[in-house]
């Protein structure tokens, strides 16, 4: 049963961000990570990007301890791939279900959101301290200032793509947004979005204090779109790239196309990930603008659920994904080895 809910008051943003702020150093490895993302995405910098991580974060200690994997597999490959963690703390929901760590830290719908504010900062602090730019689906745009400053790579979801309110929150965010398409599998939602947010907007927000204020922003630095398949069928081949171009082309928008390995591109079958990934680095030799790939994938293979008969049920509450599938850590480490090595090659 859910906890007895009340209305609760959110301390403002200038507050929370007094105990959690970063450090100038941390701003520098923030803004320098920002830059070489946008590098990238623009094909000044030849490697590809690799946006990798569980679904969403559900518990610091096993994020932290598959971060710290990560970043050492990171080092290693940083001549190929730049690697992003996925940094996921909120969850947009088609129907019902858990609306991720920032808002119900404490998974039983008490919904202590000053505390998963406190408690995601912190979090995201130390994966910037392990010197990995971070990921973030931008769902609610009230949490803007709680969490930009962390953000080196920003999302917005395919149920939200076509929101105007979504559109403005990525013009006034200072580092890449990439717009994913449609669940219906709309390509062009996406390409609009990209298009409208790369423009400063007149939006509504508030400011660091809580007060209400209205302002031109400054335009998306470097929007692009996101290809994650559809209820409809995967759109990761060449055909449908090739047609996200054209779109892009004719708005005349200079921008790139990542593509989600995961989602409708692999049924949710985590495994199927890794053959959407091996087509993706063919594609990307033949078709530049393709400039990187998203995994899930986290500490265990599948989710939770799957471990619910098995002696490893309590281990895969705190080590496996809460939400959607992943792939395992030791099959991530496997194919980025792999990547790597085919994205060396002339």
């Known amino acids: 049963m859910p906890v007895a809910f009340n209305t609760k008051n959110i301390p403002a943003a200038q507050e929370m961000l007094k105990s959690t702020a970063l450090s100038l150093k941390e701003i520098d490895i923030v803004h320098s990570q920002r830059a070489t993302i946008q590098s990238i995405l623009q094909g000044k910098d030849p490697r590809k990007l690799c946006i990798v991580g569980p679904c969403s974060i559900h518990m610091s200690e096993s994020g932290l301890e598959y971060a710290q994997k990560l970043s050492e597999l990171a080092k290693t490959l940083k001549d190929s791939l730049y690697i992003v963690f996925r940094g996921y703390l909120e969850k947009p929901r088609t129907l019902d279900g858990w609306r991720g760590f920032l808002f119900d830290p404490d998974l039983d719908g008490s919904y202590n959101i000053s505390k998963g504010i406190e408690l995601s900062r912190r979090f995201l602090k130390e994966i910037i301290g392990m010197n990995l730019p971070v990921a973030y689906e931008f769902v609610e745009p009230m949490m803007k200032h709680y969490v930009q400053d962390l953000v080196s790579w920003g999302c917005i979801g395919a ?54 204020i209205f302002k031109k922003s400054s335009g998306n630095p470097m929007p692009h779109i996101v290809l994650r398949g559809s209820k409809t069928g995967p759109n990761y081949h060449e055909e449908s790239i090739l047609k996200a171009k054209s779109s892009l082309d004719g708005l005349k928008l200079d921008s ?60 895969a509450k705190i080590r496996a994904s809460k939400v959607d599938p992943c792939i395992s850590f030791e099959e991530t480490q496997e194919f980025l080895i792999y990547a790597a090595k085919e994205l060396g090659k002339k």
Do not use: W
């Open 159 to 212: 149920r939200t793509c076509q929101s105007p309110i979504h559109r403005q929150l990525a013009s006034s965010l200072a580092f890449p947004v990439g717009f994913k398409n449609t669940t219906s599998g709309d390509i062009t939602a996406a390409v609009q979005a990209a298009r409208v947010s790369l423009t400063p907007q007149h939006v509504f927000e508030s400011d660091l204090s809580g007060q209400l």
């Open 256 to 315: 790139a196309i990542i593509v989600d390995c995961s989602h409708d591109n692999c049924g949710y079958i985590p495994e199927k990930q890794l053959d959407v990934a091996v087509e993706i680095l063919k594609t990307m030799k033949k078709i530049p603008i393709v400039r990187g790939f998203m995994l899930e994938s986290f500490l265990m293979n599948g989710r939770q659920d799957d471990y619910i008969d098995t002696e490893r049920h309590e281990e």
